[in-house]
């Protein structure tokens, strides 16, 4: 009987803390002892492991063994380590030879019946053990197309115990996962198209100018306007995801376990939208181990607020400091984790509880409960939007219209183009698109001349701008001049980028330029 040692990983956030697994089997009493800071379905594995060892035809003895999960001072979560913990057992039982799994990794979780299931997180374990110079990961067959999208790693997919001990021993051939990255498909179109999309050229343009540039938007209209409909027709003129964002989208979704095993590889850009009732974890993330929210599953994508008023205005709160920042903070006892939260808003809302204001002739809500229905979305929340829109009652004549609509294939050239134009502007810095540009970076790229200068004093003046609000007016009139290949900001892109804070004043505000 000896001491053994085999390499495993935990996941904390979204980061990866190495494990190393150690299993000593000795003469005395005949215990399963587990010891290493564990949570109690790591406890658990004691007995998954000893059963698949004895179900997968290997003896297991009846001797004094003791497994511990280093360092000590990491939490140990989840069953991934059922499948090291078995191996280090085995490998001091002889059944595996030592030097077998030297720079080898090892994840998974046991069924009783020896076989290997799959296990979240997979892909940022993957890419951590090559950051750190491992040369092989055994990982869960339904794993490996996954763990396969890190390159120059070897990933071993097993299907249970005998055949990972088959493979270490060099008794058994198992096919290695097809390592490198997979080829970008076409993207599938989505169903709903602007050609769809009735009346509104307002809310079309500003979602455009919202995409192309990465800016939050809110809009506003009596039921059955389009507010939803345009929102998800924004999914079909997102930019395409390049394959280092692919993967850093992947990586969440993987954490999450919600990656399809066929296809891991995220290939499009989020749309999340999130019901009303959303706690505010749920948003931002949390639990005693905090994982990811939906603002993270939104990262690189679009988070989708839908009857925005009838969110909890904690909740709304709380996504604040996330727009600002792009990332998201999460503080617990035993340490702060910090999840990407790079998103762009799209919110929609009624102007009243029936929907109907300002047509006071069909509106049966009172001034008080207008008030109150609008006072749930707070000026803070709302300089942090950088395009207010207002959807009109859709007419007949647009109902009926044969002649269709602009597609989201030719809004989304124009909005590649602004972004490939940013792309180019922002080279070398950690900004991709004009919202994220902040502080010395906005006198860099977005200056403004004599005539423009006057325009933006005047619409701060009458507007009472904030200077947040300020900012983002003037970032919107960049994306507007670089759709229409602009390099510099005119008066007619500032003057419609200012029409876009001029809606929320007709609701929050009664002043107009």
Not at 233 to 244: F, K, N, Q, R
């Amino acid at each position: 009987m000896s001491f053994s040692t085999v390499v495993s990983a935990a996941i904390e956030g979204l980061g990866v803390e190495f494990v190393q697994v150690e299993a000593d089997v000795s003469n005395g009493l005949p215990v399963f002892h587990m010891v290493g800071y564990l949570s109690s379905e790591v406890k658990e594995a004691a007995e998954r492991v000893r059963t698949a060892i004895r179900n997968s035809g290997f003896d297991f003895p009846a001797k004094r063994t003791v497994i511990n999960l280093s360092p000590a001072a990491v939490r140990k979560r989840g069953a991934s380590f059922d499948l090291p913990i078995a191996v280090a057992v085995l490998t001091s039982l002889g059944s595996v030879q030592k030097h077998r799994h030297a720079e080898c990794l090892m994840i998974g979780e046991l069924g009783l019946d020896g076989k290997v299931k799959k296990v979240p997180g997979i892909l940022p374990v993957a890419a951590e053990a090559r950051r750190r110079g491992v040369k092989r990961c055994i990982v869960p067959e339904e794993n490996a197309a996954e763990a396969s999208l890190v390159d120059g790693i070897e990933i071993i997919g097993v299907r249970d115990l005998r055949q990972a001990v088959g493979f270490l021993n060099g008794a058994a051939r198992v096919k290695a996962g097809a390592s490198g990255r997979t080829p970008q498909r076409k993207s599938s179109s989505p169903a709903e198209d602007f050609s769809q999309v009735k009346g509104q050229e307002n809310v079309r343009r500003a979602a455009e100018i919202a995409v192309a540039g990465g800016h939050n938007l809110l809009l506003i209209g009596p039921p059955g306007s389009g507010k939803t409909m345009t929102a998800k027709c924004i999914a079909g003129i997102l930019p395409p995801l390049s394959m280092d964002e692919s993967i850093e989208i992947t990586k969440i979704y993987s954490v999450m376990g919600l990656l399809d095993e066929r296809e891991p590889l995220i290939r499009e850009r989020p749309l999340r939208s999130v019901h009303h009732t959303a706690t505010k974890a749920a948003l931002t993330g949390g639990g005693m181990v905090p994982k990811p929210g939906e603002i993270s599953l939104a990262h690189r994508g679009v988070l989708f607020l839908d009857e925005l008023p009838e969110f909890g205005k904690g909740v709304l709160e709380v996504l604040r400091e996330p727009m600002e920042r792009h990332s998201v903070q999460i503080t617990r006892t035993h340490g702060t984790y910090s999840f990407p939260a790079s998103f762009m808003l799209v919110a929609a809302m009624n102007p009243c509880p029936c929907g109907c204001y300002p047509d006071m002739e069909k509106c049966t809500c009172t001034p008080a409960q207008i008030q109150a229905y609008i006072g749930r979305v707070s000026q803070a929340f709302l300089d942090r939007i950088d395009i207010c829109a207002e959807a009109s009652k859709v007419k007949y004549e647009d109902l009926t219209e044969e002649k269709p609509a602009e597609s989201s294939q030719q809004i989304r050239r124009r909005v590649c183009q602004a972004r490939e134009i940013q792309k180019e502007r922002y080279r070398g810095t950690c900004r991709s698109v004009n919202a994220m540009l902040d502080g010395e970076e906005m006198r860099k790229y977005c200056g403004l001349g004599t005539d423009e200068q006057k325009i933006m004093e005047r619409a701060f003046s009458v507007l009472g701008m904030s200077a947040r609000v300020y900012h983002r007016v003037i970032k919107v009139a960049r994306t507007i001049a670089d759709l229409e290949g602009d390099e510099k900001i005119r008066s007619s892109h500032l003057r419609e980028a200012i029409g876009y804070r001029t809606v929320d004043k007709k609701y929050w505000g009664r002043q107009q330029i």
